[in-house]
């Protein structure tokens, strides 16, 4: 059968080269002659950006030979560098404690729609050994900066508003007009930072100045700012006993029982969204006039949430280019989180099905409570899928099918992936992804 084939090809080759290598009783991995050393191989460096919805659409985009690429060693000496499209074969030392580091470029103190990307990997090298580094996973690492108008006012207010956002530890700002779209992007500082927004310009015919401490600011946050006008006295409980604003920001009076006030939401790399003012629902939401992306509405009305381009309602066609992406998030309000989160293969062609036996010995598998032999085979390359603790007890949880979408072509039919997922407090949510495998032409 066909996949089998592919798949044994695959594997006989991989037993070949090791064939190959084993015959060869003098292997030269010292090419410095250094007894005590060994090779790393970056040639085959795979990246991998791992975002959420707040940087799905920026992501896809991403062009990743180009990211920088540096190993230290246990000291924190940098003893190499170049990209990923450069990266080779490196002789290093024997030793532990290496750590390699990917980064899309040398992050800048701040910078108009310029998100950089990070991560690293720890690895040792083996005297006379070839150490695979294999995938490195880059995620969101600096700090996003929106700012948006309400319609309200923008009805009230000149040309010469602006805000500029401040940063004291970098001593950088950026400053942003009434018709700026674009995101600022601030380096994040380790431990707490604080950015100032100040907004001066005339409202009502009134020179107003109003500022907004923006705290607890760190890598992979998406801060949204949302300037609005409120009636009454916000420092005041309403009719139903509640103050619309924190005590931080009491609002500026514009006269006539109208008051400037801001609205700060907090989008972070976990896809928590944390709204530390609370308004009366008619300022303008990210996705109209000012900067950032709309970001993919998640799927589900309860607690557990899908996030994916792959649609859930249609069948798809199996081919090559899909995003295969699906992220699965659980709210973790009262300690909750994921417990189960299992995956069904229905396909739709014998021959199919009993490849799928062969490999796995099973149709349907928990991605929460994986055997060794599952985990082995379906935990690594090609596939990668999150396994066992990666999966329970966990809140957020992506995984990527692209790479096996293509594949289904070898068996034309109608082939479906029925996820279920279930939570600590009894909640279960069933989504089903259905594709079309039309056949290799």
């Known amino acids: 059968m066909k996949m089998k084939k592919y798949i044994r090809s695959w594997a006989a080759i991989a037993v070949a080269a090791l064939l190959t290598t084993g015959c060869d009783d003098n292997p ?27 940087e799905l659409s920026r992501a896809d985009g991403v062009d990743t030979s180009d990211f920088l690429v540096t190993i230290t060693d246990n ?14 074969i490196v002789v290093l030392p024997v030793g532990e404690n290496y750590t390699v580091k990917v980064e899309s470029h040398e992050v800048e103190n701040v910078a108009w729609a310029k998100p950089y990307y990070a991560g690293s990997k720890s690895f040792a090298v083996t005297k006379d050994q070839i150490t695979e580094i294999g995938t490195v996973t880059c995620r969101f690492a600096n700090v996003r900066v929106s700012v948006f108008y309400s319609d309200a006012l923008r009805r009230l207010m000149a040309d010469d508003v602006r805000v500029n956002i401040d940063c004291s530890e970098t001593d950088s700002h950026l400053e942003y ?36 401490a923006l705290n607890d600011v760190a890598a992979g946050q998406h801060r949204k700012i949302t300037f609005d006008v409120r009636s009454g006295d916000p420092s005041v409980p309403d009719e139903n006993g509640n103050i619309v604003l924190d005590g931080e920001s009491e609002g500026t009076p514009l006269g006539n029982g109208l008051y400037l006030v801001a609205d700060v939401v907090n989008e972070t790399i976990n ?15 990210p996705g109209g006039n000012g900067g950032g992306d709309d970001p993919q509405p998640p799927i589900g009305d309860g607690p557990i949430t899908f996030t994916t381009a792959l649609s859930f309602t249609e069948t798809m066609e199996a081919k090559e280019g899909l ?3 699906v992220n699965v998030k659980v709210d973790p309000e009262g300690g909750n989180s ?32 994986m055997n060794d032999e599952l985990k082995a ?11 066992n603790e990666q999966v329970k007890g966990q809140n957020d949880v992506s995984f990527n099918i692209s790479e096996f979408i293509p594949l289904l072509n070898i068996y034309p039919a109608i082939h479906k992936f029925v996820i279920t997922v279930s939570d600590a407090q009894g909640h279960t949510e069933e989504r089903t992804l259905t594709f079309e495998a039309k056949g290799n032409n």
Do not use: W
Request: with cysteine.
């Open 28 to 54: 030269n991995y010292n090419l410095d002659g250094n007894d005590a050393t060994g090779r790393v191989n970056l040639s085959e460096l795979g990246v991998e950006l791992n975002t959420d919805e707040i």
């Open 75 to 88: 000291n924190g000496n940098q003893v190499y560098s170049s990209t990923v499209a450069k990266a080779d």
């Open 177 to 212: 007009t009434p018709d700026e779209t674009r995101s600022g992007y601030f380096k994040a500082v380790e431990g707490s930072t604080t950015l100032g927004a100040t907004f001066t310009g005339t409202v009502k015919n009134q020179r107003v100045t109003f500022v907004k």
């Open 271 to 285: 896809g928590n969204v944390d709204s530390d003012e609370k308004g009366d629902g008619n300022a303008q939401r």
């Open 323 to 325: 995003d295969g992406r």
């Open 338 to 369: 994921i417990q189960s989160l299992k995956v069904k293969i229905v396909p739709g062609n014998a021959e199919f099905e009993e490849v799928l036996m062969d490999l796995f010995h099973t149709l349907e598998f928990d991605l929460a409570d």
């Open 377 to 387: 085979a379906l935990g690594s390359d090609p596939f990668n899928f999150p396994c």
